[in-house]
């Protein structure tokens, strides 16, 4: 069975990393979320959950309002050929999240490190950031660099990269 937010919860405070986590309703979009802003701190994500043709597995975690060239990413990423979005059996497998709640804080349940993390060289500017602590019924602010303990502890080295696309 997949880690729960508890899990995670219990994770990071196993690590020493403090985090802030807020309830509210359920939700599946950026635009939904964007209602709370203003109660929650911090940088706002947005993760893609991506499969290049080769099988390789990226997530993708980046501000909530970058604009992504999904048809140029592979070039960025390090994947062989293009990308398209992982099905939700295999989000489930792999991170253990639905659609909707895909989030970094997933690769707690990547034990086998199939999963490579990209982070956003932009995002990676804001001193806290964002997330679903695996349930979109919940938002988890954590500091930037207790975000990257906390990927190497769970045996994911991050690739910090800039997703500006040349065309924006």
């Known amino acids: 069975m997949p880690a ?8 990071f405070a196993e690590l020493g990393i403090a985090v802030t986590t807020t309830e509210h309703p359920a939700l599946y979009t950026v ?3 964007q209602e709370l802003r203003g109660e929650i701190s911090g940088a706002h994500t ?6 290049d043709k080769k099988g ?7 501000r909530e309002d970058a604009q992504i060239d999904l048809k140029r990413i592979h070039t960025v990423i390090g994947a062989s050929g293009r990308v398209s979005f992982g099905k939700p059996d295999l989000l489930m497998e792999m991170l ?3 659609p909707g709640a895909v989030t970094v804080f997933g690769v707690i349940n990547d034990v086998d490190q199939r999963v490579s993390v990209i ?3 932009d995002l990676m500017r804001d001193e806290q ?7 979109n019924e ?12 906390f990927l190497r502890a769970c045996g994911h080295e991050p690739k910090i990269v800039s997703l500006k696309s040349d065309a924006a």
């Open 4 to 11: 729960q937010m508890q899990d995670l919860l219990d994770r």
């Open 31 to 33: 635009e939904q979320s």
């Open 46 to 51: 947005k993760n893609l959950f991506l499969k």
């Open 56 to 62: 390789q597995l990226f997530l993708v975690v980046t």
């Open 96 to 98: 253990g999240v639905i």
């Open 119 to 121: 982070l956003d060289a």
């Open 129 to 135: 950031l964002n997330g679903h602590p695996l349930t």
């Open 138 to 149: 919940a938002t988890t602010t954590i500091d930037r660099d207790d975000l990257v303990t």
